[in-house]
C-alpha cells in the first residue's frame, strides 16, 4: 500500500491537547475555592486558599533527565505549614505506562529519591493578576 503526500502529512500532525476555555478554567477554580471554604484552616484564612502550583521547565527537564524511561509525572498533593500558614505542597514523582496504567516510580533509599518538590504554590508565587486567579 502506498501513502499519498496528505496522508503523510496527515501522520505527522501535531498530538491534540484537551484545551478548554476560560470560562470553563474559572468556573472549575471557583467551584474549588468553595469547596476548600469547608476547611477549617480555610475558613478562618480565606487568602491561603491554594490555588495553583507551578512547576518550571527546567525542573521537569531535570526529572526527565534522571528518569528518561519515564511516561509522565504525577503530582500528589499535601499542605505543609510555612511561615505560619498552611501552603499547598506537591510531591512530583516519574511514571511509567505498563498496559495503559501509569505506575509511579518510586525510589527512596535515602541517598537517591524518586519523589521530588520543586513545586511552589500561590499563594506566595502568584505573580502578576490573572485571569484565573478568581
Given amino acids: 500500500m502506498t501513502t ?17 476555555s476560560l470560562e470553563k478554567a474559572q468556573a472549575r477554580i471557583t467551584k474549588w475555592l468553595t469547596e476548600a471554604q469547608s476547611i477549617q484552616y480555610f475558613q478562618e484564612h480565606p487568602e491561603d486558599i491554594p490555588r495553583a502550583i507551578l512547576v518550571k521547565h527546567e525542573d521537569l527537564d531535570g526529572l526527565r533527565k534522571n528518569f528518561p524511561e519515564a511516561s509522565g ?4 498533593f499535601g499542605l505543609e505549614e510555612f511561615e505560619g500558614k498552611m501552603r499547598l505542597i506537591g510531591s512530583v514523582v516519574p511514571v511509567e ?20 518538590d520543586f513545586t511552589s504554590p500561590c499563594p506566595i508565587f502568584c505573580g502578576k493578576p490573572s485571569p484565573m486567579h478568581v
Fill in 97 to 116: 505506562e505498563e498496559e495503559g496504567q501509569y505506575n509511579d516510580v518510586i525510589l527512596s533509599d535515602g541517598a537517591k529519591s524518586s519523589i521530588y
Fill in 73 to 76: 509525572i504525577r503530582i500528589y
Fill in 4 to 20: 499519498t503526500p496528505d496522508q503523510n502529512a496527515h501522520s505527522q500532525e501535531e498530538p491534540q491537547y484537551p484545551e478548554i
